[in-house]
């Protein structure tokens, strides 16, 4: 059974940082794109940035580029998302995401996405 567990959310000044971090288990991911998603209440849910497991590929959003990066940890089968600058605009759940289909194309796709997280909530103050 495939889990994702993000951990690392919290309420932070905006201009601070907080590293999100999403632990899989459940089966091997080396063939799989690992993404992060945000969804602020009403608002429909944002890709952000993802990670190809297998060749460490990255992609961004415009609006976090700069700001956010992502990596990941092989020995701890582990994805992380470090959040700099934060602004009052970055509140949101955070979510962490999993699947081969992105890889081919789409990564910003949520549909595309096979495994989801419960999310963590990150809460940036003016």
């Known amino acids: 059974q495939v889990q994702l567990v993000e951990s690392g959310g919290g309420l932070v000044q905006a201009g601070g940082s907080l590293r999100l971090s999403c632990a899989a288990s459940g089966r091997t991911f080396s063939n799989y794109a690992m993404g992060w998603f945000r969804q602020a209440p009403g608002k429909e849910r944002e890709f952000l940035a993802a990670?190809?497991?297998?060749?460490?590929?990255?992609y961004y959003t415009d609006s976090v580029k700069g700001r956010f990066t992502i990596s990941r940890d092989n020995a701890k089968n582990a994805v992380s998302l470090q959040m700099n600058s934060l602004k009052p605009e970055d509140t949101a759940i955070y979510y962490c995401a999993a699947g081969e289909r992105p890889r081919l194309g789409g990564w910003g796709a949520p549909h595309l996405y096979d495994y989801w997280g419960q999310g963590t909530q990150v809460t940036v103050s003016s």
């Open positions: 990670i190809s497991w297998s060749t460490g590929s990255t």
